[in-house]
């Protein structure tokens, strides 16, 4: 297999704000170069996201901006097949960043391990970076890239007929005004949060509805949270700009490569009622 492994952090929920790029090349199955720098966005940082990479601006401060860096990304990415942890993550922040320097994104080939290894690993309930580092036996130590490109080594032996084209297809991700949901099993075994009130059906009644369509309810946003279920006034709130604590929150994971889903109440009411 020949593919570039891309880790990418952002100093706050800004998708143009990268404060950090690491790359690893592969050749027939060897990694056979890396590279990893820290980028000066000269935005803020954010306090949530740091705590989440532990990158601060003292130490971007006599880094490259993203413009500088970009030369060199555009020669690790171009013609490639370049694997994340959360593709659309990937993609969303050089499309942004590439943007607002005016720049085209480098053609390539974007992949994810994250659907993945939900797809393959289905007693997990987990699957953050470090987590499938450690059920793959590979050193926490490792830049995020490496360890990355240490997992998709590993996925071709684990897996019978494994190939990088499993990890290229697109991702079951449903944007705020996506397509309405159409089978209730969408819900079985997923994480999900509510906001706002619900049109004729009670908190603990939405609750016990997404149980029996075998997911999990609760209150609180986190890195575990699949599907965060936005009510129509809430909706109609963010509309006009007013966006719940819990909305903001999994808005901010998402900008962290987490695959939270944000679906608008109407896209799946019929399934709960």
């Excluded at 005016?102 to 289905?122: E, M, R, W």
């Excluded at 997990?124 to 360890?147: K, Y």
Aim: charged fraction near 25%; hydrophobic fraction near 40%; glycine fraction near 6%.
């Amino acid at each position: 297999m020949d593919f570039i492994a891309l880790e990418i952090e952002t100093a706050n929920q800004w998708p143009d704000s990268i404060c950090s790029i690491g790359l690893v090349k592969v050749r027939e199955n060897m990694i056979v170069d890396s590279l990893f720098s820290y980028i000066n966005p000269k935005q803020t940082f954010d306090e949530f996201h740091i705590s989440q990479h532990g990158i601060t601006e003292d130490m971007v401060h006599l880094s490259p901006t993203f413009k500088e860096f970009y030369p060199e990304l555009n020669k690790w990415l171009t013609n490639e097949i370049v694997i994340g942890y959360y593709s659309e993550f990937d993609q969303l922040v050089l499309e942004e960043s590439c943007l607002s320097i005016d720049q085209l994104v480098p053609y390539c080939h974007f992949g994810s391990i994250l659907t993945f290894a939900k797809n393959k690993l289905t007693k997990e309930r987990h699957f953050s970076l470090p987590t499938l580092a450690h059920l793959f036996d590979i050193r926490l130590e490792l830049e995020r890239a490496e360890i990355i490109a240490h997992l998709v080594l590993d996925f071709e032996k684990r897996f019978e007929g494994f190939s990088l084209l499993q990890l290229t297809k697109p991702a079951k991700i449903i944007p705020s005004n996506g397509t309405t949901i159409t089978s209730s099993s969408y819900f079985k075994g997923k994480n999900i949060v509510f906001t706002g009130g619900l049109e004729g059906l009670s908190r603990s009644m939405a609750a016990k509805k997404i149980r029996t369509l075998g997911g999990v309810f609760s209150n609180t946003v986190t890195k575990q949270t699949d599907i965060l279920i936005v009510s129509n006034s809430s909706w109609a709130r963010v509309e006009k700009g007013q966006k719940s604590s819990k909305l903001t929150k999994a808005e901010q994971l998402q900008s962290m490569g987490n695959a939270i889903e944000i679906i608008q109440e109407e896209k799946i009411c019929h399934h709960l009622k």
